[in-house]
């Protein structure tokens, strides 16, 4: 597994533990319609790593793509082949989702004629926005899918409850304090703990993956996952202190679809810059004023323009970067 860090590190799952990881696939996918077996194409940075042979991709009905590169050319390839293929379900980053909506948005993309029961997004914060145009296009519902590799389906929408409905079936998913290790209450931001009910080659109790999350529990015992907001270092703050939900300090982003990729840098309290990929340099006025509203009058803001925002081997762009914690350590 690599994680949003990029640090890699190596762990193994007994025979059982892999077969819930599979089944837990298959309910959540169900859960949504899409049967077991239905023609799946997975996109990946990190599937030459993985190197699943074609016949067990055959045989699975899963079919692993990468995505180094993704110009209108690759875009339009790729559309080509879900439609030639009669692929039925796609799971893929949701940054390549905000690429492929640029690319529909731009009037680019084809007449869509495929058959899609639904999308997943993996990995990044999905955009409104993004989930949006997806779903006019394709024409079915977009998903946001919470897993990682060293435990499986976390978590998947299901429509009905408010995020992703947790799998308390195989995890016993805690929320703590992000101050100390006493548990946050229902519905607030806190780190996520996760202790897997079946890894006996590997057991994983009280594993912090990074993430910090909400959650909520419902009237008939379910649980769902209702904000996943990332690592804990890519966690904001305002110019005196308070930590902001980095969702908000992007969002205000998601309508101006020539801004193909952006990060926010924070160096310390006052101090900010913008990375962004975009030929169009007018938005720095509206950037400053939606941030100093945010995070605080008495802050600074510079902008770089890259043509190309460096991703972690994960395959993930970090959004936000925040430096405050390396600089205190």
């Known amino acids: 597994t690599s994680g949003s860090t990029g640090t890699p590190f190596k762990m193994v799952?007994?025979?059982?533990?892999?077969?819930?990881?599979?089944?837990?696939?298959?309910?959540?996918?169900?859960?949504?319609?899409?049967?077991?077996?239905?023609?799946?194409?997975?996109?990946?940075?990190?599937?030459?790593?993985?190197k699943i042979p074609i016949e067990r991709q055959e045989k699975d009905n899963v079919y692993y793509l990468d995505c180094k590169y993704f110009d209108d050319k690759a875009l339009r390839n790729l559309l080509d082949y879900l439609i030639k293929e009669e692929v039925k379900t796609l799971t893929t980053l949701a940054s390549?989702?905000?690429?492929?909506?640029?690319?529909?948005?731009?009037?680019?993309?084809?007449?869509?004629?495929?058959?899609?029961?639904?999308v997943f997004s993996v990995s990044e914060t999905l955009k409104e926005n993004t989930r949006k145009i997806i779903s006019q296009y394709f024409g079915c519902p977009v998903y946001v899918l919470y897993a990682n590799e060293e435990n499986g389906v976390l978590g998947v929408e299901d429509g009905n409850g408010p995020g992703c409905r947790a799998n308390t079936a195989d995890f016993y998913f805690e929320v703590l304090s992000m101050e100390n290790d006493t548990p946050a209450k229902d519905g607030e931001v806190g780190r996520l703990v996760i202790t897997d009910y079946f890894n006996k080659a590997f057991p994983m109790i009280r594993y912090e993956n990074g993430d910090l999350v909400s959650k909520k529990t419902m009237e008939d015992g379910s649980v769902y996952i209702t904000e996943i907001l990332?690592?804990?270092?890519?966690?904001?703050?305002?110019?005196?202190?308070?930590?902001?939900?980095?969702?908000?300090?992007?969002?205000?982003?998601?309508?101006?679809?020539?801004?193909k990729q952006f990060q926010l840098i924070q160096e310390d309290?006052?101090?900010?810059?913008?990375?962004?990929?975009?030929?169009?340099?007018?938005?720095?006025?509206?950037?400053?004023r939606?941030?100093?509203?945010?995070?605080?009058?008495?802050s600074n803001w510079e902008f770089q323009?890259?043509?190309?925002?460096?991703?972690?081997r994960s395959g993930k762009s970090?959004?936000?970067?925040?430096?405050?914690?390396?600089?205190?350590?």
């Open 305 to 312: 323009y890259v043509n190309e925002i460096p991703k972690l």
């Open 269 to 288: 309290y006052h101090n900010f810059t913008w990375i962004l990929n975009t030929e169009n340099h007018g938005y720095e006025e509206m950037i400053v």
């Open 13 to 50: 799952m007994d025979r059982y533990k892999h077969c819930r990881w599979i089944a837990a696939n298959k309910v959540f996918r169900a859960n949504v319609g899409v049967r077991s077996h239905e023609k799946t194409v997975f996109i990946s940075e990190t599937v030459a790593d993985k």
């Open 96 to 118: 390549l989702l905000d690429k492929l909506a640029s690319y529909i948005s731009d009037g680019k993309a084809p007449l869509w004629q495929g058959a899609f029961l639904a």
């Open 318 to 329: 970090r959004m936000t970067v925040c430096n405050i914690l390396e600089k205190l350590q």
């Open 230 to 259: 990332g690592r804990k270092t890519d966690a904001l703050y305002t110019t005196d202190g308070r930590m902001v939900h980095y969702f908000n300090s992007i969002s205000f982003l998601e309508p101006y679809m020539d801004i």
């Open 290 to 298: 939606e941030c100093k509203e945010l995070f605080g009058e008495d």
